[in-house]
C-alpha cells in the first residue's frame, strides 16, 4: 500500500516531500532501496542511496541504512528534496549578498522585494537567476550541479535575511532531512500591530485560506491546514506597535504572518494580511500622516530572517549565521522609538 503525502510548493515553506509506505503483509524481504527505487517514479537509486546516508529513511519511525530488509507490515518513510519543476533558468549577473559559500552550501542574505525562484508573473530576476549565474561563473563548477541550485528553504519575496542552499546532491538531501526534522534553527525580527502583554507560543494548523487563495489561515480544526508552532519574545515595545523575536519551531509558508494575525496583531504594512492599515493609536491627521510615512520605508511586511543555524551536511559542524537587519528596517524603529517617547 502506498501513501503519498500531498506536497504543494506554493504552501509550504521547505522544498521537500515526504513519501510514506506501508509494506504488505506478504512482502518478500529485500533491501529497502530496492523497495523505494520500485514505488518512487523518477527517483535514481544513487538519490535513495543518499537518502538513506543522511538519515533520510525511517522504518517504524526509526532511521535505518540501505542495507535494511523491508519485512512484513513495516511503516517506511523516506524525505526527499522537491524536484525541480521543469523551467529553463536564465543566469542573470544580479548582486547577491553571499554571507557563506564553501563546496557543498552557500548561505545568502536576501535583500526586499526579490522573489527567491521563478514562477508565475515572476520568471526572471529572482534569487535563483542569481544563483545560477554565480554558479556558472565559479572557478570549478558545483559537483552534482546541473544548473539548478538547491533550495530547501524559502522566504518571501518582501522578507528579508538569511537562507540555506546546497550545491551538491549530499547537501540537499542531508538538507531536506534536517528541515524537516526541525533540527535547524531560525529566528526572524517582525514588527507587529498592537501591545503584546507577555512573551508567548502561538500554535495552529496553517492551509491554504479556503476565502482568499493567495493567503494562508490558521484553522483550530486539526482536519484542516498543517500544524505549525511559532514562539514569540517581545524585544521592545513601542505603544501601539511591538518588535518580536520569532523562533519556527515548523516552516510553514506565512506562518509568521498568518499566526500573528490569527491573534489580532498582523505584521506592520503586510499588504496580504490587513497590516497595511492604521490598526493601533489615534486616528488623528498626523499621527496618520506618521503612518503612512512608515509604511513608505518598506515594500511589504516587516519581517527580517535574522539568525539561521544548521548542520554542515558534510563536516556535521553546526553553524550559525547572523544578520543586521536593513537600514529601512532600522530606520522605521527609529521612527517608532522618537514617537513613542514623544
Known amino acids: 500500500m502506498i501513501e503519498d503525502l500531498e506536497f504543494d510548493s506554493e504552501q509550504e515553506e521547505e522544498l521537500f516531500e515526504h513519501h510514506r509506505f506501508k509494506a504488505d503483509p506478504g512482502q518478500e524481504m529485500i533491501r529497502i532501496d530496492k523497495f523505494l527505487i520500485d514505488r518512487l517514479a523518477n527517483t535514481s537509486r544513487n538519490k535513495i ?76 530576476g529572482t534569487l535563483v537567476n542569481a544563483l545560477v549565474y554565480h554558479f556558472d561563473n565559479l572557478p570549478i563548477p558545483p559537483k552534482d550541479y546541473y544548473g539548478r541550485p538547491g533550495l530547501v528553504h524559502r522566504i518571501d519575496k518582501h522578507t ?29 525580527y517582525a514588527l507587529v500591530w498592537g501591545d503584546l502583554e507577555k512573551d508567548g507560543t502561538i500554535t495552529g494548523n496553517i492551509g491554504r485560506s479556503q476565502k482568499n487563495r493567495k493567503v494562508m489561515a490558521v484553522y483550530p480544526n486539526a482536519d484542516h491546514g498543517k500544524h505549525a508552532v511559532t514562539h514569540y519574545k517581545i524585544l521592545e515595545r ?21 499566526h500573528f494575525q490569527s491573534i489580532g496583531h498582523p505584521l506592520f504594512n503586510d499588504l496580504e494580511y490587513g497590516g497595511n492599515k492604521t490598526l493601533k493609536g489615534p486616528l488623528n491627521a498626523n499621527y496618520i500622516k506618521f503612518i503612512h510615512n512608515c509604511f513608505e520605508l518598506l515594500p511589504g511586511q516587516a519581517l527580517h530572517a535574522k539568525s539561521l543555524g544548521f548542520k554542515h551536511p558534510k563536516t556535521k559542524k553546526f553553524l550559525c549565521f547572523q544578520s543586521e537587519l536593513t537600514p529601512e528596517f532600522y530606520l522605521l524603529l527609529n521612527r517608532w522609538r522618537k514617537y513613542a517617547i514623544g
Do not use: W
Not at 528579508?160 to 526572524?188: M, P
Not at 513601542?238 to 498568518?258: D, M, N, P, S, Y
Open 49 to 124: 542511496q543518499i537518502a538513506a546516508k543522511n538519515g533520510n529513511i525511517y522504518v517504524n519511525k526509526e532511521k535505518v541504512k540501505q542495507n535494511y530488509r523491508v519485512k512484513p507490515g513495516d511503516d517506511i518513510a523516506i524525505v526527499l528534496p522537491y524536484p525541480v519543476r521543469e523551467l529553463k533558468l536564465i543566469p542573470q549577473n544580479i548582486p547577491i549578498e553571499i554571507v557563506y559559500e564553501d563546496d557543498e552550501c552557500l548561505v545568502v542574505n536576501k535583500p526586499a522585494n526579490m522573489v527567491v525562484h521563478p514562477g508565475y508573473g515572476n520568471y526572471s
Open 160 to 188: 528579508t535575511g538569511l537562507l540555506v542552499v546546497a550545491k551538491t546532491e549530499l547537501a540537499l538531501t542531508d538538507l531536506a532531512g534536517q528541515f524537516f526534522d526541525r533540527t535547524t534553527e531560525r529566528i526572524y
Open 238 to 258: 513601542f505603544g501601539h506597535v511591538t518588535l518580536v523575536e520569532c523562533k519556527l519551531e515548523t516552516g510553514r509558508t506565512h506562518q509568521i504572518r498568518a
